[in-house]
């Protein structure tokens, strides 16, 4: 039975509605995962949500607000969206006790990394002097920039010693959290990837793999290694299962 993939999603509170690019769905479905869209909600609701889902997807979107990190709001600071931070951060708080396997793409990273107690860079231009452009002005579907990844982590199991990427981003991990180590890096220093030390499947990269399959196809193993972990946890958890099959 496939697994069944939790992905977060972002909100507007103007027009109230919730959504999601289709990428990261379509991306979930061709790896073999079944997707389910998790609105924010009560702590109650994650628990939940955490009993249903053999993987969790932390997706983009957004700034997280920087009380969360012990910091005030600074220039440069974008939008927030206070209801899916703390929802967010209680999920993947949960999941890491867990050992759920976790993929968190771009501010999903950012997610993450303030789930474990980092912290953020809130604006990557003002705060990094020199630092190169993150925000890229080409579409989506386009490698942006080189990333090194660090040998001997999951990372360079799954893309090797180094990935042109795509960057949609402005804010970056500063200091990374317990137990979470750097697996990759720009060539300005800024984190690009974050990986656990220990236990299940907790990857983090700072960019958008789900849009890059036409130009950069060695990006589609990050839903494959993701996926094939929540299977194997899927299994683990539902003792039997296989045999019903
Ligand atoms: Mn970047």
Redesign the pocket.
């Known amino acids: 039975m496939a697994p069944v993939i939790g992905l977060t999603c972002d909100g507007d509170l103007e027009n109230r509605r919730f959504f999601l690019n289709r990428a990261y769905v379509e991306a979930v479905s061709r790896a073999g995962g079944i997707p389910l869209i998790l609105p924010p909600g009560p702590r109650e609701a994650a628990e939940r949500y955490l009993d249903i889902i053999d993987g969790l997807l932390l997706t983009g979107g957004g700034d997280i607000d920087p009380v969360f990190f012990g910091q005030e709001p600074r220039e440069g600071l974008g939008r927030v969206l206070p209801e899916r931070d703390e929802f967010e951060l209680t999920l993947t708080r949960r999941a890491l006790q867990l050992g759920t396997p976790i993929l968190a793409l771009c501010r999903g990273m950012q997610t993450l990394n303030v789930a474990a107690g980092g912290t953020l860079y809130q604006d990557i231009a003002r705060e990094v002097p020199g630092s190169w452009q993150?925000s890229q002005r080409k579409p989506r579907c386009y490698p942006h920039?080189t990333v090194e990844i660090l040998s001997d982590t999951l990372l360079a199991t799954i893309l090797g010693p180094k990935a042109r990427?795509n960057?949609m981003?402005h804010q970056a991990i500063r200091e990374p959290g317990e137990g979470l180590r750097v697996s990759a890096l720009?060539g300005d220093g800024?984190i690009?990837a974050v990986e656990g030390t220990v236990g299940s499947f907790v990857l983090g990269v700072?960019?958008h793999p789900e849009e890059l399959f036409t130009r950069c196809p060695e990006q589609r193993q990050i839903f494959q290694h993701f996926i094939s972990a929540a299977d194997i946890s899927t299994s683990c958890r539902n003792p039997g299962y296989r045999g019903r099959m």
């Open positions: 993150h920039h990427v960057s981003h720009a800024i690009e700072q960019w």
